[in-house]
């Protein structure tokens, strides 16, 4: 940066206008952009000689941002991300890619039963292999599993860009899964809470599977050729990989692609959220530009048609009931009043009016109602801040000063006095 | 019709006489503005809502203003945190229990951001807080500082400008005393030999700087004046004047070089070679950064004999159980 001689600054220094200072009123006006034409010039004036102004309005500034990720953290005074082409093409590039996944997941939906046959074919060379040793693993392979969730993962952070897409894919599919959930239900209840690890396994392998269970009265010997007789293989000799792949029910449509999307692409994806002065909860895909009304409780009765995820979420709640907490409590509050939002990475917490606390982990697409309770107590009052340190880490405080703090992922709480 | 009526007959009881535009703007607003604001909700009725609005408009518009421009003006105001803070400087409960939810923490927090020190940050806050409830009486009546707010900017963005005048009054003001104090000695040290070796150039010096800054617009200068005295970053130039950063670099650039130019040139121009011209501008270009930071330093030194000073202070301390 060229460097301006002292005797210029000097000059700089002098006060040549006198004037009264604007008032409160006017510099937040001013800072804010809210000022029109000859008023904004004339505070422009004032700033332009008068340096406690300049520092009122300075430290007046509002918090940079949540600090979401930790890219947006670092301030680079002359970088070369400071030329604005390298930020734009970054910012084209990762729109792109966004873009790109949703289209190659659309084709995959739309051929939806070549991608269950190719899958079942993948799913089927697994439990032949292991039909020889065979086990109480489930159909789906923990590699296969991890996979999935990482694709489900990658949805998500494409669903950041494009909550339109996923919405519409959802409901699409929405049908595709009562038929499943149905049927299992008719070939075996579904009890227990499914196995967390294998919610990710897809619909396409648990199709199979079903055909495959209802193919095994028909053959009850089966050859070793084609895909169908080699599920029935795994389904004669072992009963729990079908048992587990029936309680897989709750599945999310969305797992039946295998795109992988990069974590890079994910931090890009990270929202940044705020609360407006009337208590409505904002998001930002573009470091703040723009920002859109996110209301959990919209969310919540979206997801609440959609039976099979509805499922995943009280069957999460019930694993994480094992404490004394009261989640997934589905009472709709559309009228919800926030005061606070936390965010770290995909976590992110909002409080609000009346003990109104919702928790997502996906960065803003599913978000459960939390009530936070120790001890016969329960959070009821306003909720004025929230704090995460990390995301096991947090601590609610309300208006009615109490001090909530949790250090897992608020599965539990402890009210402090 | 009486909704039409009331407004214009309580608009006639405000201390200023108000202009005919302005009456039939508010009145025309009055329904809108009132809905947004739900000020009924917090205990402000329909008529002091209008005394508030025509008080508002008649501290920021000019006497003469077009019934567009009362209109433009009355739909930009935010009425609701309008609304909730005039509610709350009449003293109405439900007004102050919305308040403190929504601001008590933020208010600490922003006080805690100006003053960087939790002590001087409570001491803020809690300095504030006794304006807003009205400790100040005029003529038998508290006076809250609520009653100054009009809604221009947010509620939020005020209490935040408020903090921040109360800090430069009271904790900038003393220290910026202090340094520049200092400076003064310690700038004259090398301010002196420089202008009795030259004193003629000097003066064409003077000239054509006044020259280059004069050719300046206010928001250049303002700029200038942000980066280069005030040592503010250029991402809080870039947000103080809602455009994004890299603007504001190229622009610090630019400007710092063209003002170079055109000191230079004014120089020339008054029968300076281009080498002398240039000498004289580099002269102090070295002290400069370093004369900013002190200036400007957020924190004072801390004091050269800080050591020799504790020991007695400590000596004192565990002197003085013995002694009691």
Redesign the interface.
């Known amino acids: 940066?060229?460097?301006?001689?002292?005797?210029?600054?000097k000059?700089?220094?002098e006060k040549t206008v006198a004037g009264s200072h604007p008032?409160?009123?006017?510099?937040?006006?001013?800072?804010?952009?809210?000022?029109?034409g000859s008023?904004r010039?004339r505070v422009?004036?004032h700033?332009?000689?008068c340096?406690?102004c300049?520092?009122?309005?300075?430290?007046?500034?509002?918090?940079?941002e949540i600090a979401v990720s930790p890219v947006s953290v670092i301030?680079v005074?002359?970088g070369w991300l400071?030329?604005?082409i390298l930020?734009w093409g970054a910012l084209a590039a990762g729109l792109t890619a966004v873009i790109s996944v949703g289209v190659l997941q659309y084709t995959h939906n739309r051929n939806g039963d070549m991608v269950a046959s190719i899958r079942a074919q993948e799913a089927v060379t697994l439990p032949s292999a292991s039909s020889a040793a065979p086990s109480t693993q489930p159909a789906v392979s923990p590699t296969e599993g991890r996979k999935q969730a990482s694709s489900a993962l990658g949805d998500r952070a494409s669903t950041g860009h494009k909550p339109a897409v996923e919405v519409g894919r959802r409901d699409r599919s929405a049908s595709h899964d009562v038929i499943f959930a149905q049927s299992t239900q008719s070939a075996s209840a579904p009890s227990a809470p499914p196995n967390p690890n294998a919610a990710n396994s897809d619909s396409a392998t648990l199709s199979q599977n079903l055909f495959a269970q209802n193919e095994a009265e028909q053959f009850p010997d089966g050859g070793n050729v084609t895909n169908l007789t080699s599920f029935e293989v795994v389904k004669a000799k072992d009963p729990v990989p079908a048992q587990a792949a029936s309680n897989n029910a709750p599945v999310s449509p969305a797992s039946a692609s295998t795109l992988q999307t990069s974590p890079s692409l994910m931090l890009r994806a990270l929202p940044r959220w705020t609360v407006t002065?009337?208590?409505v909860l904002q998001r930002s895909f573009d470091g703040g530009n723009t920002w859109e009304n996110v209301s959990p409780a919209l969310s919540e009765a979206l997801i609440g048609s959609h039976p099979a995820t509805q499922r995943a979420i009280e069957a999460d709640a019930a694993n994480s009931a094992q404490a004394k907490n009261q989640n997934a409590e589905v009472a709709l509050d559309p009228g919800a009043v926030f005061?606070?939002v936390a965010a770290f990475g995909l976590e992110v917490w909002a409080g609000g009016?009346g003990g109104v606390l919702y928790h997502t982990s996906d960065g803003g697409t599913h978000w459960v109602r939390v009530t936070p309770s120790a001890a016969g107590a329960r959070l009821t009052g306003?909720i004025?801040?929230i704090q995460f340190s990390d995301p096991q880490q947090g601590k609610i405080?309300t208006?009615n000063a109490e001090l909530w703090t949790t250090s897992d992922t608020g599965l539990t709480w402890q009210k402090q006095q | 019709m009486s909704g039409l009526s009331q407004p214009l007959l309580f608009c006639m009881g405000v201390t200023k006489p108000i202009s005919v535009s302005l009456q039939s703007a508010v009145s025309e607003l009055l329904g809108e503005l009132q809905a947004r604001s739900e000020c009924e909700r917090i205990g402000l009725s329909r008529e002091s809502f209008a005394a508030i609005l025509c008080d508002v408009a008649d501290k920021?518009l000019p006497a003469a203003c077009s019934h567009s421009e009362a209109r433009?003006f009355l739909l930009?105001l935010r009425v609701?945190?309008l609304a909730l803070a005039r509610a709350c400087a009449a003293g109405h409960d439900a007004a102050w229990e919305i308040f403190?939810?929504?601001y008590?923490?933020k208010l600490y927090?922003?006080a805690l951001?100006?003053a960087r020190e939790d002590s001087a940050a409570r001491d803020l806050a809690d300095t504030l807080y006794a304006e807003l409830y009205g400790t100040t009486t005029r003529g038998g009546e508290r006076i809250s500082k609520l009653a100054?707010?009009?809604?221009?900017?947010?509620?939020?963005?005020?209490l935040?400008?408020?903090?921040?005048?109360e800090?430069?009054n009271r904790y900038?003001?003393t220290r910026r005393l202090v340094s520049l104090d200092e400076e003064g000695e310690e700038g004259s040290q090398f301010a002196a030999p420089e202008t009795e070796a030259v004193p003629s150039p000097d003066s064409r010096?003077?000239s054509a700087?006044?020259r280059?800054?004069a050719s300046l617009s206010?928001?250049e200068?303002?700029v200038?004046?942000?980066y280069?005295?005030?040592g503010?970053?250029?991402?809080?130039i870039a947000?103080?004047l809602?455009v994004?950063?890299?603007t504001i670099?190229r622009k610090?650039?630019k400007l710092?070089?063209s003002?170079?130019k055109k000191?230079l040139a004014s120089m020339m121009q008054q029968g300076m070679a281009r080498r002398q011209a240039e000498e004289a501008?580099?002269?102090?270009?070295r002290?400069?950064?370093l004369?900013?930071r002190r200036t400007l330093a957020q924190e004072p030194a801390p004091a050269p004999f800080s050591d020799q000073r504790e020991a007695p202070v400590e000596a004192r301390t565990q002197g003085d159980p013995a002694n009691s």
């Open positions: 940066m060229q460097d301006v001689p002292q005797f210029v600054l000059r700089l220094r008032d409160a009123d006017l510099l937040t006006a001013f800072a804010e952009q809210c000022l029109l008023e010039a422009m004036d700033l332009a000689t340096g406690d300049r520092d009122i309005v300075a430290l007046a500034l509002p918090a940079p301030r005074r002359r400071g030329l604005p930020r002065s009337s208590g005061h606070a009016s306003d004025i801040a405080s208006s | 920021y433009t930009s609701e945190e403190l939810t929504r008590r923490e927090q922003s951001r100006i100054s707010f009009t809604g221009r900017g947010s509620l939020e963005g005020w935040r400008t408020v903090l921040a005048q800090f430069v900038r003001r010096l003077e700087t006044s280059a800054l206010n928001q200068r303002m200038l004046a942000s280069f005295l005030d503010r970053t250029l991402a809080e947000r103080m809602g994004h950063e890299s670099s610090v650039d710092a070089k003002l170079r000191i501008l580099e002269a102090d270009v002290d400069l950064r004369d900013i």
